[in-house]
C-alpha cells in the first residue's frame, strides 16, 4: 500500500536559521514522485519543490531542497534562511502509478522573529 | 488570470440546501481533481477527470455530484449535505492524469454545512 508519514505534528524555527520538515514514504511501484507543498493560512496548497525516484540528484528550488535517501524511502524537505512568511502548513505528498496523490497529515511550520 | 481559480471562496449552506462549486484551470492542462480537507486529516481525494471523463470516484456520496463540461471547468454539485461536509474543497490540476506529473491547486472552498 501507498503511504506518506510525517512525524512531526508542529515545528518551530528561528528565523534566518535553516529546519528539516521530515517525511517517509512506503511504495512497492518502482517509478514515483515525491512533491512537497506549502498551506499558508489562506488555504491554498503551493507547489513547492518535487522529486523524481530515478533522479540521480536531490532536488532543489531557491530555498528549498528535498534530501532524497532513496533505501531509506526519506524524502526530507530542508529550509534555508527561515523567513517569516514560511510560517505555514508543509505536505509531503507521493505519487505512483494510477491516479492517486497520497498524502501526508502535514507538519505546522512556525517561524520566530 | 492565471492557475486555478475557485469559487466561492466560503460558503456556508443548510442541509436542504443545493449549492454547486466551480473550479476553473488555467493552464492548458488536461485532468482535474477535487480533494477534501477536514481538519487534522490528510488531503482525501474525491473525483478525478481526464479529457473530461471521470476516471476515479473514491467511494465518495452522491449528495457530492462532479461536472467536467470541459478540460478547464470542474464543478462539485451539493445537495443535501451533512455537517460533518464542512470542510475545505481543494481543486486542483495537472497535465495528464497518470504518471508524476505536479498537481496545481486552487484555493479552496471553505464549506460550512449548518
Known amino acids: 500500500a501507498q503511504k506518506i508519514t510525517q512525524t512531526q505534528p508542529g515545528m518551530f524555527v528561528q528565523e534566518k536559521e535553516a529546519v528539516t520538515l521530515d517525511c517517509t514514504y512506503d511504495?512497492?511501484?518502482?517509478?514515483?514522485?515525491l512533491f512537497w507543498y506549502k498551506q499558508p493560512s489562506s488555504g491554498e496548497m503551493i507547489f513547492l519543490i518535487y522529486q523524481g525516484s530515478y533522479d540521480q540528484q536531490n532536488a532543489t528550488e531557491g530555498r528549498y531542497s528535498l534530501n532524497f535517501q532513496k533505501a531509506r524511502k526519506s524524502a526530507n524537505l530542508v529550509i534555508s534562511a527561515s523567513q517569516l512568511g514560511d510560517s505555514a502548513m508543509y505536505f509531503c505528498a507521493m505519487r505512483a502509478t494510477g491516479n492517486q496523490f497520497y498524502f501526508g497529515t502535514g507538519t505546522s511550520l512556525t517561524v520566530i522573529p | 488570470e492565471t492557475g486555478v481559480t475557485q469559487t466561492p471562496r466560503h460558503l456556508v449552506m443548510g442541509m436542504t440546501n443545493k449549492k454547486s462549486l466551480k473550479c476553473e484551470q488555467h493552464?492548458?492542462?488536461?485532468?482535474m481533481y477535487w480533494y477534501k480537507q477536514s481538519a487534522k486529516k490528510p488531503l482525501e481525494l474525491m473525483f478525478v477527470?481526464?479529457?473530461?471523463?471521470?476516471?476515479e470516484n473514491n467511494s465518495v456520496p452522491s449528495r457530492f455530484s462532479p461536472e467536467c463540461p470541459n478540460s478547464s471547468h470542474l464543478f462539485l454539485h451539493l445537495h443535501t449535505l451533512q455537517p460533518e461536509d464542512s470542510a475545505l474543497y481543494l481543486c486542483?490540476?495537472?497535465?495528464?492524469?497518470?504518471?508524476?506529473?505536479?498537481?496545481?491547486f486552487g484555493p479552496g472552498t471553505r464549506l460550512t454545512v449548518l
Open positions: 486542483a490540476s495537472s497535465r495528464r492524469e497518470g504518471g508524476t506529473d505536479t498537481q496545481y
Open positions: 511504495t512497492s511501484d518502482p517509478s514515483y514522485g
Open positions: 493552464l492548458g492542462h488536461n485532468a
Open positions: 477527470y481526464n479529457f473530461k471523463e471521470q476516471t
